[in-house]
Each structure stands twice: as structure tokens, then as C-alpha cells.
């Protein structure tokens, strides 16, 4: 299973963007890129899942470089409801591959007002 | 549709008692998961299925049963519970391996 490092916290004020970036220097070729959400007392939301460049949804876009080595999860202007841990994962996605996927410590995104 | 529910949601036990949690599904899915997390920590996953009539160990198996009783419920087992077991159990679900996993809101579980 490939490794995942992120940051351990990041702080933001509402309205801006934030970027998190994460790092997978070992992703395999078929491996996915997928992205969670935890508030507190509650399980993991998934928000966004891509292989290369880019994806967009209602909530984010991600965003793959051509070597897939890293990774960036963008949240347009955030409001303080977006408070949460973040987590990146590869795997094998889409229905190809892997069963287990590997959750790291995450990104804890503060929003300040 | 309920998605994910999990029984009980809170639970203490001392230290060599069993109990099962309980986790069904209503959204017709193959795969079914259960994770812990410890405080301040990620999700490690425990036990898993594939499909109804399979399981398979993750990355923390010992001192844990799972039964996949039906493609709707998947349970976890804690034959003799430990301190160590004191965590935050999610349960989820998903269409098959690689999609989106849909959470359980988790039990939450104190051994003395």
C-alpha cells in the first residue's frame, strides 16, 4: 500500500482557498488518489477521487501532476463549517483493485473568522 | 435510506468481557469494513469483506471476530476485551473495492 505525508494542521480565514498538498512518492500505476473528510465525533465523508490532472466537483478540485508523486486537494472559500481533519489516500480505485485503504493522520484544517 | 447504522454507540466494558457491535447497511453494497481510531490518530483497518460469505484480516486483526452474517450486516466480535481496545469503531461500506466508502457515526468504546 502506497504512503501518504501531508501536513499535520493548517490554519486558514474564511474565504480564502486553501490547498493541501499531499505526497505519495510510491503510487503504483493504477493506483487512485482519494480524499476524506472527519469532523469530530463523526466518520469519514469522501469529497473528491481522481488518477491524473485534474477533477472538479460541487465541493473541490484535485489536482495530479504528471508524475502523480503528490497530490493537491483545493477548497474553494472555505467557511468555518469546513473545520475538519483531511485525509489523502492512494489505492487501487474505481472499482479495479486494492480492498484496504491505508488512512494517515490527516491534515486538521482550522478555519479562523 | 438509513446508510450506515451502528449499534450501540457507546459501550464500557471491564477488562476479559466480550460483546459484539453491530453495523448493517442499506444501500445494497458488496463490501463491508470495519475500522478503530485511537485518539489523535487515523482509521486502521480491522477486518473486512469483499462480498457477502467472505472476510479478511486488515491491519490490526488480533483480538477480533468479524461475521459477515448477511449482505446487509457485517459485526464485529471482541472475544475478551483488553484496555488496548479502547477506541472509536467505525463501520463502512462500499459498492465494491476502490469506491467510495460510506461511514458508519461509530461506536464508541471504553474498556476499564
Not at chain 2, 81 to 94: G, L, N, R
Request: charged letters at 15%.
Amino acid at each position: 500500500l502506497a504512503k501518504t505525508t501531508q501536513p499535520i494542521s493548517m490554519d486558514s480565514y474564511e474565504g480564502q482557498e486553501v490547498n493541501i498538498t499531499c505526497s505519495h512518492n510510491n503510487i503504483a500505476t493504477n493506483d487512485y488518489i482519494t480524499w476524506y473528510q472527519q469532523f469530530p465525533s463523526q466518520g469519514p465523508r469522501f469529497i473528491i477521487q481522481g488518477y491524473k490532472t485534474k477533477v472538479t466537483n460541487e465541493v473541490a478540485s484535485l489536482f495530479i501532476p504528471a508524475d502523480r508523486k503528490s497530490s493537491t486537494l483545493s477548497l474553494p472559500r472555505v467557511s468555518l463549517s469546513d473545520t475538519a481533519v483531511y485525509y489523502c489516500l492512494v489505492g487501487e480505485g474505481s472499482g479495479a483493485g486494492s480492498y484496504q485503504l491505508t488512512f494517515g493522520k490527516g491534515t486538521k484544517l482550522s478555519v479562523i473568522p | 435510506n438509513a446508510g450506515v447504522t451502528q449499534t450501540p454507540k457507546f459501550q464500557v466494558l471491564k477488562t476479559g468481557q466480550s460483546m459484539t457491535l453491530q453495523c448493517a447497511q442499506d444501500m445494497n453494497h458488496n463490501s463491508m469494513y470495519w475500522y478503530r481510531q485511537d485518539p489523535g490518530m487515523g482509521l486502521r483497518l480491522i477486518y473486512y469483506s469483499a462480498s457477502e460469505g467472505t472476510t479478511d484480516k486488515g491491519e490490526v486483526p488480533n483480538g477480533y471476530n468479524v461475521s459477515r452474517l448477511n449482505k446487509r450486516e457485517f459485526s464485529l466480535r471482541l472475544e475478551s476485551a483488553a484496555p488496548s481496545q479502547t477506541s472509536v469503531y467505525f463501520c463502512a461500506s462500499c459498492r465494491d473495492r476502490g469506491n467510495e466508502q460510506f461511514f458508519g457515526p461509530g461506536t464508541r468504546l471504553t474498556v476499564l
